[in-house]
């Protein structure tokens, strides 16, 4: 394993931490890598029957686009994920899951972030008795499609997002 040297704060915001570190690696060379330090996130997959999915239609400042996504958030600090999976899909979806299945775990950018999204397959989905209010920066709708339709939309390039790529493909829709 690497070996720190020294470490840095160089930037930490509302959802991530920018470390400056000199290391050394594996190999025996030293480096100065950015890493970009994340508490996490959940990946959902929010099945209201065997044949469709609810994607969230979101805005995204970063490429200044609206994109198809499966609903996904950050973990909050010291939240279990199951909790925050529960959480999310009440807030972007605004139902309640009665079954939540942890399906798999993936680091999306492990060059420089350290970020790992746990993804779930949530079912036995519920109109909840309360409302949950979105994050301030977030600006999403949420629509329910056929499984047929979701990889039709993939097959032309119109899900753009990979947790979303990856998710479908968990759940088998791409398959045949």
Do not use: N
């Not at 950018?109 to 209010?133: I, K, N, W």
């Amino acid at each position: 394993m690497s070996k720190v040297l020294s470490s840095k704060i160089a930037y930490e915001g509302r959802i991530v931490r920018v470390d400056v570190d000199r290391v050394v690696l594996p190999h025996g060379r030293e480096a100065t890598l950015e890493i970009v330090r994340h508490r996490g996130s959940v990946v959902l997959i929010p099945m209201p029957d065997e044949s469709h999915v609810t994607l969230v239609r979101q805005y995204r400042y970063a490429i200044d686009r609206w994109v198809w996504e499966l609903p996904a958030g950050s973990l909050e600090p010291g939240e279990d994920p199951d909790e925050a999976a529960r959480r999310e899909c009440h807030e972007e979806v605004g139902l309640v899951a009665g079954r939540i299945e942890r399906l798999a775990a993936f680091y999306p950018t492990p060059g420089y972030c350290d970020e790992v999204m746990l993804f779930y397959r949530l079912t036995d989905l519920q109109t909840p008795t309360t409302s949950a209010a979105h994050d301030e920066d977030e600006l999403l709708e949420p629509h329910t499609l056929a499984l047929a339709e979701l990889r039709e939309m993939l097959a032309r390039g119109e899900i753009v997002d990979m947790k979303t790529a990856v998710g479908i493909y968990l759940t088998g829709i791409t398959g045949k």
